[in-house]
């Protein structure tokens, strides 16, 4: 399965007192990671129509990532059902031509109908573009 990689600034405000990038603040690099991922997809999802909703997210912290860090967020899909799917990220920093593994994380995915308000079955068109 395609591994869709985005390169993450670190903002000064994404650092708390002790000079790490606080926990909250891996989320918000994972939903640039989704929407790098989806923006492979091009034109075939119409978000005012159909899309996914977030179900659930895990995160696993490994490492302390410092502003002075350079990270990126590997993203891939690992498991595709009927009416969801996940997606797994690794948060990676690079030292020295050394790359580590930061965070780890997970999140399901549910195709939704935004005009019926309810989950429906994945498009046929979005799962073979997952599978590629």
């Given at each position: 399965m395609k591994t869709?990689?985005?390169p993450v600034q670190i903002r000064f405000a994404d650092v708390d007192k002790l000079g790490h990038v606080n926990n909250a603040i891996y989320?918000?690099?994972?939903?640039?990671?989704?929407?790098?991922?989806?923006?492979?997809?091009g034109?075939?999802?119409?978000?005012?129509k159909k899309g996914v909703i977030v179900g659930r997210i895990e995160i696993n912290y490994k490492i302390p990532v410092l502003i002075?860090?350079?990270?990126?967020?590997?993203?891939?899909?690992?498991?595709?059902?009927?009416?969801?799917?996940?997606?797994?990220?690794?948060?990676?920093k690079t030292n020295g031509g050394i790359e580590a593994e930061v965070v780890n994380a997970i999140s399901v995915l549910v195709c939704?109908?935004?005009?019926?308000?309810?989950?429906?079955?994945?498009p046929e068109e979005w799962r073979q573009w997952l599978i590629s």
């Open positions: 869709v990689t985005t989320l918000s690099y994972i939903e640039i990671a989704r929407m790098d991922f989806f923006k492979e997809l034109g075939k999802i119409d978000w005012s002075t860090d350079v990270i990126a967020v590997k993203t891939w899909c690992t498991r595709i059902g009927n009416k969801s799917f996940d997606l797994s990220y690794s948060i990676v939704y109908d935004y005009e019926l308000k309810k989950s429906v079955e994945m």
